[in-house]
């Protein structure tokens, strides 16, 4: 069997990553509302927010570091950094936007085996909350 370049893999990731982070705040009908400016929409139509930059791969996976936000806040308002960052340390606890700023200028690496590992386990994560693959 053929490996799949690493680019693909993290391509791949993003994609179940994302998928996952907007299913996670979803309620029954699927639905969300964007953390930063409060709007509803249907998943689908919803963003995987990074606090810290997705460029940055020490945090571009971490759970704590993305929640669901519209368009509209994610690309079109920078991501709307201040008030992301306020909702993650609400969320849990006072300090953590500032953690994962630190976390984020640290250097990461990460493997095929790293990424096909983590591709299976958000898999698992996206069917548990009634997503598809």
Request: glycine share 10%.
């Amino acid at each position: 069997m053929k490996k799949k370049p690493v680019k693909a893999l993290k391509k791949r990731l993003d994609t179940l990553f994302s998928r996952f982070i907007r299913l996670r705040h979803a309620d029954h009908r699927q639905w969300c509302t964007c953390v930063t400016c409060g709007k509803q929409a249907h998943y689908k139509e919803m963003q995987n927010g990074h606090f810290v930059g997705r460029g940055k791969l020490s945090t571009r996976f971490d759970e704590k570091n993305c929640n669901v936000q519209c368009v509209g806040c994610n690309f079109f308002k920078a991501g709307e950094q201040y008030k992301h960052g306020k909702y993650i340390d609400t969320l849990y606890g006072p300090g953590t936007a500032e953690e994962l700023m630190v976390k984020g200028n640290k250097t990461c690496k990460m493997s095929a085996y790293d990424y096909e590992s983590l591709i299976e386990q958000y898999k698992i994560k996206v069917k548990d909350l009634g997503g598809t693959i």
